[in-house]
């Protein structure tokens, strides 16, 4: 009865308020960090201070607990086989009764609740290398320009920047991702 009566949009939104968590980190400065080891005088930013500059000076990172993800996805899958195993008719006294179509919609709504979960991570994971992708495309376009003057010079120098900036959060992508595909 809950697979159909059940606002799957609102029970999804309060399950992903429990099962993802979603930081901001600051954009470490290369050239701070460097500052920093080599003069002992030098104060270094706050993490607070880091984090005003907003979304232009941070990047997401998203951790999944994909344990609550598999425990759904293997509770829906569940309910599959325990639909798939009742038998599509049955005899009451002297009346077949014709189970199969209240079998079909069960299993469909079984099936709806299941992919709501799968099709999140499978969403998730798609949009993050689609945006890899991306990046590094106008980041090998960017490169491919041969500086002979100032602004071409700053333009690749900005792409470079922008690597660097990446890094971090383009190295800390990946171990979450496989994680999220082995789900």
């Known amino acids: 009865e809950y697979l159909w009566l059940s606002d799957m949009n609102k029970i999804f939104s309060e399950f992903l308020a429990e099962a993802v968590v979603v930081e901001n980190i600051p954009f470490v400065d290369t050239d701070e960090v460097q500052n920093a080891t080599n003069n002992e005088n030098y104060v270094d930013k706050s993490f607070e201070e880091r984090k005003l500059l907003g979304s232009r000076g941070c990047w997401k990172y998203s951790r999944y607990d994909l344990q609550k993800f598999n425990e759904k996805i293997r509770f ?41 979960f799968s099709q999140y991570l499978q969403c ?16 090998n376009i960017g490169l491919d320009v041969d500086p002979k003057d100032g602004e071409s010079l700053m333009s690749v120098m900005a792409h470079v920047r922008d690597v ?13 991702q496989r994680d999220i595909i082995m789900l």
């Open 124 to 139: 998730e994971v798609g949009s993050k290398l689609k945006d890899l992708a991306e990046f590094m495309r106008n980041v």
């Open 164 to 176: 660097r900036k990446r890094t971090p959060e383009i190295s800390s992508m990946f171990e979450p």
């Open 76 to 116: 829906y899958l569940a309910v599959q086989g325990e639909v798939s195993d009742l038998k599509a008719s049955y005899d009451v006294d002297f009346v077949k009764v014709n189970a199969q179509p209240i079998k079909q919609a069960i299993s469909m709504w079984a099936t709806k609740w299941l992919f709501m």
